[in-house]
């Protein structure tokens, strides 16, 4: 069975501290992504990585660094979490789409970060 | 650009009721259409998808239809469960190899007995 696995279901950090959130998927995907998810504004992109070492930013990258060292590992980085990071992050794989095909993107159950 | 919207929620059924989430998109190029669903606690998993015009996406009793005269693919199921109940996501392929997705803002689906 294909597998999206997250480091931590919930995790409560201070203002101000560095915050590792990990996802690990065993299906040998090139691309990988982080996603927030949050009320009324459904999944937002934060950065995607389509290799190991590349990485490009998404549509709200701003607070966030990532980091993809081996094939399976795709980390996000919150430098100096703030109140306004408190959400629901997602981390998905897929294979690399061709011209006019895309695939679908595996998904993990999630991480709740809430920020104090 | 690319975007996708989808109707408000939430939506309230009693089982067994028609259901129909809608949702349109705006594209450059042919992208590939799919429908997320969320269930209490997960993460998203993909219930069915459409690669081009016409194609009718099927999955566990749910289908939409690749509309590119009316730039819609639609969620329809025929009668609904309580097990139905999750928050429903339309989404947007695009980017080529980076294979990269715009979603929708998710509509929750509330099925009573």
């Known amino acids: 069975d294909v597998k999206v696995t997250q480091s931590s279901r919930y995790l409560v950090k201070r203002t101000g501290e560095k915050v590792f959130l990990e996802c690990v998927q065993d299906?040998?995907?090139?691309?990988m992504f982080w996603y927030r998810q949050d009320p009324g504004l459904g999944l937002r992109l934060i950065y995607f990585s389509y290799d190991v070492k590349m990485k490009e930013k998404g549509d709200i990258p701003e607070g966030y660094s990532v980091s993809r060292e081996k094939k399976e590992r795709f980390s996000l980085i919150l430098e100096s979490a703030s109140t306004n990071q408190t959400s629901m992050y997602l981390c998905?794989?897929?294979?690399?789409?061709?011209?006019?095909?895309?695939?679908?993107?595996?998904f993990g159950p999630g991480t709740r970060l809430t920020v104090l | 650009g690319n975007s996708v919207t989808q109707m408000e929620g939430p939506v309230t059924l009693s089982e067994e009721a028609f259901l129909t989430i809608n949702c349109t998109y705006t594209?450059?190029?042919?992208?590939?259409l799919f429908w997320y669903v969320q269930y209490p606690g997960e993460g998203l998993q993909l219930l069915l998808k459409a690669t081009k015009a016409d194609d009718k996406g099927s999955n566990k009793g749910f289908e939409a239809t690749y509309r590119k005269e009316t730039t819609s693919f639609h969620l329809e199921k025929g009668s609904v469960q309580v097990s139905d109940s999750a928050v429903y996501f339309c989404?947007?392929?695009?980017?080529?190899?980076?294979?990269?997705?715009?979603f929708g803002t998710g509509t929750l689906l509330a099925v009573q007995p």
């Open positions: 989404a947007l392929g695009y980017g080529g190899a980076t294979n990269k997705l715009i």
């Open positions: 594209a450059t190029g042919y992208p590939s």
């Open positions: 998905a794989s897929s294979s690399p789409g061709t011209s006019g095909t895309y695939n679908e993107q595996f």
């Open positions: 299906m040998d995907h090139e691309n």
